[in-house]
T-cell receptor, first 116, second 115 residues
């Protein structure tokens, strides 16, 4: 595997379900990100992890719970979601943002989530 | 106030011609970076080009170049010799160095290349 991978690619869940999204990066990066992309809205940053520590929570509802067990893996645990949470969820990774370089983020293909 | 503005929701270009995608930004941070990403229908965001606020020259990467006009706060993407595979969404993004983690995206421009 190369780059950033995400599973599953598509997910349909009911409002009472619990599911998890998985992201894995094979680039040796230290920072990982979750973004939400809704129809007709700009990409929204949700969470940032730098060296496994959460450094950013962009006012995300608690029904989204991130987990970063190591620098290569990032999870997004979902529970009691709402239909408006249906979106494309993108994971990204980069070198540490504090390293001083321009640090472009490399994105995975995303998980298309539909909440019924 | 919007930090990144892309005023063109959709654009058409004839194959082999050049096209310019507009992006303006708003920041009071003297140190910042500007990025362009391409998002094909598959969903993955693909990094294209970067321009730092202190860079003296406009960035170029193959057929992509960035027309950086700092005083006007614009960072337009120019794609030369358009190819059918260039059809995609294009996003402009900014990273302010005083809040080093956040990449702020514009609403995107959908480019369609006509054969």
């Amino acid at each position: 595997e190369t780059g950033v991978t995400q599973t599953p690619r598509h997910l349909v869940m009911g409002m009472t379900n619990k599911k998890s999204l998985k992201c894995e990066q094979h680039l040796g990066h230290n920072a990982m990100y979750w973004y939400k992309q809704s129809a007709k809205k700009p990409l929204e940053l949700m969470f940032v992890y730098n060296f496994k520590e959460q450094t950013e929570n962009n006012s995300v509802p608690s029904r989204f719970s991130p987990e970063c067990p190591n620098s290569s893996h990032l999870f997004l645990h979902l529970h009691t979601l709402q239909p408006e949470d249906s979106a494309l969820y993108l994971c990204a990774s980069s070198q540490s943002p504090t390293s001083g370089d321009h640090n472009e983020q490399f994105f995975g293909p995303g998980t298309r989530l539909t909440v019924l | 106030a919007q930090k990144i503005t892309q005023t063109q929701p959709g654009m058409f270009v004839q194959e082999k011609e050049a096209v310019t995608l507009d992006c303006t930004y708003d920041t009071s941070d003297p140190s910042y970076g500007l990025f362009w990403y391409k998002q094909p229908s598959s969903g993955e965001m693909i990094f294209l080009i970067y321009q730092g606020s202190y860079d003296q020259q406009n960035a170029t990467e193959g057929r992509y170049s960035l027309n950086f006009q700092k005083a006007r706060k614009s960072a337009n993407l120019v794609i030369s010799a358009s190819q059918l595979g260039d059809s995609a969404m294009y996003f402009c993004a900014m990273r302010e160095m005083d809040s080093s983690y956040k990449l702020i995206f514009g609403s995107g421009t959908r480019l369609l290349v006509r054969p």
